[in-house]
């Protein structure tokens, strides 16, 4: 199978691409290393001990794009790029309305272009109604708070319409609950630009001793121990997900959703704990108020991944903090330690 992956060169395409390149699929990555390096890409290949193609573009930049594609005559896209910093989308709301809803058009009409109708689009939790309670099934309201939020709810209509109206299209929108870890070398990870804005790489970075403390964010909400709770999901599970939907897309038309997280809640403390006992170290913390928009709780109902997709996580807490520290004590500089 030839896949064509925008953002391939990203935390969670980087993951993916590895299993797609053990699984023999030809790979096209196709990103333009706005929040990623090329070393990512370069570490893929010999983790895989294969290679694949990369091309360094934007998915605006449709020529590119259909260039690109005409090349790699994908028989399905996986659709990682995007911009995905919640704070920043309210700061500049139009880059992230132009690079998310903008590019995804452009991919969708350049799918069209070269004759290729299978997608996987990478959506997130964060465009349900945080006013119902968890956990979330994909029949539950959506009501995205962010700009953000909102790009990955407009992008899920247009894709469905795009299928509506090819009968040849199909489309796995997959809805990310808390993705954290890393592949279990420790030779990729999350890299994230600056001061990590999410628990668990800020953690990790307290860990390595380059922040001081986490601050955690509320200790009076309604959950086991007063912090948030979330469904974290590994991201060698996510990773798994995605080749679980190609497999769908390829056989199934029309256009369907899925959650994917664990179904499990884990608070602010347990995680820090769990890391705890995964780098042998104790963590410094303080509990201080609660960040603006954040929701008391945010797991996933999984039942449909499991029914329809085959698909169920694999990974608990333990292992996501212990890859997690690998990542990092192995990689403090993130991918500026180079090959
Ligand atoms: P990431 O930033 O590591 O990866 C995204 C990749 O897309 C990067 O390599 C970036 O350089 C590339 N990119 C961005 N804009 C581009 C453009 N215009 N043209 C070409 N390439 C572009 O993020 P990630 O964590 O791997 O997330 C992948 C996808 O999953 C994103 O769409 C994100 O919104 C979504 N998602 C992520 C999370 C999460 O917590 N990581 C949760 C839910 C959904
Ligand atoms: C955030 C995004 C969400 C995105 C998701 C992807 C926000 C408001 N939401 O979700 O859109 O899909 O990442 O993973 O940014 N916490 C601390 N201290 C910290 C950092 C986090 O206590 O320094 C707490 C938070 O309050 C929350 C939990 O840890 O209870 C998880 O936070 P985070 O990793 O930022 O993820 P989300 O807020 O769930």
New binding site residues.
């Given amino acids: 199978m030839r896949v064509f992956v925008?953002?391939?060169?990203?935390?969670?395409?980087s993951h993916t691409l590895v299993q797609l390149l053990r699984q023999n699929a030809e790979v096209t990555a196709?990103?333009?290393?706005?929040?990623?390096s090329p070393v990512a890409l370069a570490r893929v290949k010999r983790l895989a001990q294969s290679d694949l193609s990369s091309v360094e573009?934007?998915?605006?930049n449709r020529a590119a794009l259909e260039t690109a594609m005409r090349a790699a005559k994908p028989d399905a896209v996986i659709h990682?790029?995007?911009?995905?910093a919640v704070g920043e989308s309210s700061e500049k709301p139009l880059s992230y309305y132009k690079?998310n809803i903008a590019?995804s058009i452009a991919l969708l009409e350049t799918m069209d272009a070269v004759g290729c109708r299978n997608i996987v689009f990478?959506?997130?939790?964060?465009v349900y109604d945080p006013a119902k309670a968890a956990p979330f099934t994909e029949e539950d309201p959506l009501g995205a708070v962010n700009p953000y939020g909102r790009t990955?709810q407009f992008i899920e209509e247009i894709i469905r319409d795009w299928a509506a109206a090819n009968s040849d299209a199909s489309a796995a929108i997959l809805r990310?609950f808390?993705?954290v870890g890393a592949h279990v070398s420790g030779d990729i990870g999350?890299d994230p630009v600056g001061i990590p804005n999410?628990l668990m790489p800020f953690i990790a970075r307290v860990a390595a001793g380059s922040l001081p403390r986490l601050q955690v964010f509320g200790g009076d909400y309604p959950t086991s121990d007063g912090t948030g709770a979330r469904d974290y999901i590994h991201v060698e599970d996510l990773a798994s997900a995605h080749l679980a939907a190609l497999k769908y897309a390829a056989t199934v038309k029309g256009c369907d959703v899925f959650n994917i997280g664990t179904g499990r809640s884990t608070t602010v403390l347990e995680m820090l704990h769990a890391f705890e006992q995964a780098c042998g170290k104790a963590i410094a913390y303080r509990i201080t108020e609660r960040r603006a928009g954040d929701v008391a709780s945010s797991v996933a109902d999984v039942s449909k991944a499991k029914r329809i997709l085959g698909w169920q996580a694999k990974y608990d807490v333990a292992d996501m903090c212990q890859s997690s520290w690998n990542w990092q004590s192995r990689n403090p500089k993130g991918y500026d330690n180079g090959q």
Wanted: hydrophobic content about 25%; glycine content about 18%.
């Fill in positions: 925008t953002g391939g060169a990203g935390f969670i395409g196709f990103d333009n290393y706005s929040n990623s573009g934007d998915i605006c990682f790029a995007g911009l995905k690079n590019g990478s959506s997130s939790a964060t990955k990310y808390n993705p999350e999410n």
